[in-house]
């Protein structure tokens, strides 16, 4: 598929047919990257996208258990009587 370069004010752009859009799921923003001459647009994935299935996962696997035991943790802090 050709695509023309088009002025956009200052700055020129490029029109991605919907088709497109859709197939990359791009909705707003990208990542732009250059590559050996090549311009790379990606969509910005959440940092924290599958996070729920991994939680999942793992809990049906009983790899959930805590990395520190918090409960052993202690000072003598813990052992005062607080006041507001």
């Known amino acids: 598929m050709r ?3 088009i002025k956009i004010g200052n700055s ?3 029109r991605i047919p919907k088709p497109i859009l859709e197939q990359t799921g791009i909705k707003n923003d990208v990542e732009i990257e250059l590559e050996k001459n090549q311009i790379i647009i990606r969509p910005v994935q959440n940092a924290r996208d599958g996070w729920d299935k991994a939680f999942k996962k793992m ?3 009983g790899d959930d ?3 520190i035991n918090d409960r052993e943790i202690k ?3 813990d052992e005062e009587e607080w006041q507001w």
Request: glycine share 6%; hydrophobic share 45%.
């Open 59 to 61: 809990a049906k696997n």
């Open 3 to 5: 695509a023309s370069i």
């Open 65 to 67: 258990n805590l990395v």
């Open 75 to 77: 000072n003598e802090w």
């Open 12 to 14: 020129q752009g490029l």
